[in-house]
């Protein structure tokens, strides 16, 4: 079971001065044992039972395709997106596609990310919860297995998900289709 996603495009920036709040937000969000949707285990404990003294993290709870202790075994924030199923890109000096795409960066800012996963888990909490960090205007396009579109969009400091709406212009013709007579 499972919905599967498919990324259309993104362009997202978060300056490198902004990834140890990110971490911390991100560390922060594994305490909400009430979002998770992930959970199960077996012998004495289950996702019924309250978190276990002395423990971090409840270990039969944990956000879908998420390690229940995330925050243990990732140690910054770019292994945290790569567990979330991402690939990330550095902006650097001197490439001209980070010069020409995006206003403001620095070297060593991320400037985007791109999906690796196949189905969705709860990936929209992780950025809501760094969308404080992320630049105004940044996106991430998604469609899904049954062709549905939306994306998330950040503006000052929020994440709000919006759906397209599509227009059919009556004078755009990509191509007229034209019937021809019969041979014979």
Not at 21 to 32: G, M, P, T, V
Not at 152 to 161: A, L, N, Q, Y
Not at 163 to 169: S, V, Y
Not at 174 to 182: G, I, R
Request: hydrophobic content about 40%; overall charge negative; some cysteine.
């Amino acid at each position: 079971m499972g919905y599967y996603i498919y990324q259309e495009s993104a362009l997202i920036v978060i300056k490198k001065e902004n990834f140890a709040a990110c971490y911390e937000a991100l560390c922060k969000l594994n305490d909400r044992d009430d979002l998770k949707r992930g959970g199960g285990w077996g012998g004495d404990i289950s996702s019924s039972h309250p978190r276990p003294e002395g423990l971090s993290y409840h270990p039969a709870r944990w956000f879908s395709w998420m390690d229940a202790d995330y925050p243990l075994t990732c140690s910054n924030f770019l292994q945290i997106l790569q567990q979330l199923g991402f690939q990330y890109e550095i902006a650097t000096e001197g490439n001209p596609i980070h010069e020409v795409a995006l206003p403001n960066w620095d070297a060593g800012d991320l400037c985007n990310v791109s999906w690796n996963g196949e189905k969705m888990g709860q990936e929209d909490l992780f950025f809501e919860a760094i969308a404080p960090w992320i630049e105004d205007d940044s996106f991430i396009e998604w469609r899904g297995e049954d062709s549905e579109m939306w994306r998330w969009f950040f503006k000052d400091g929020t994440m709000v998900i919006q759906k397209p709406i599509i227009l059919w212009h009556p004078h755009a013709v990509a191509e007229k289709l034209v019937v021809k007579e019969p041979v014979g």
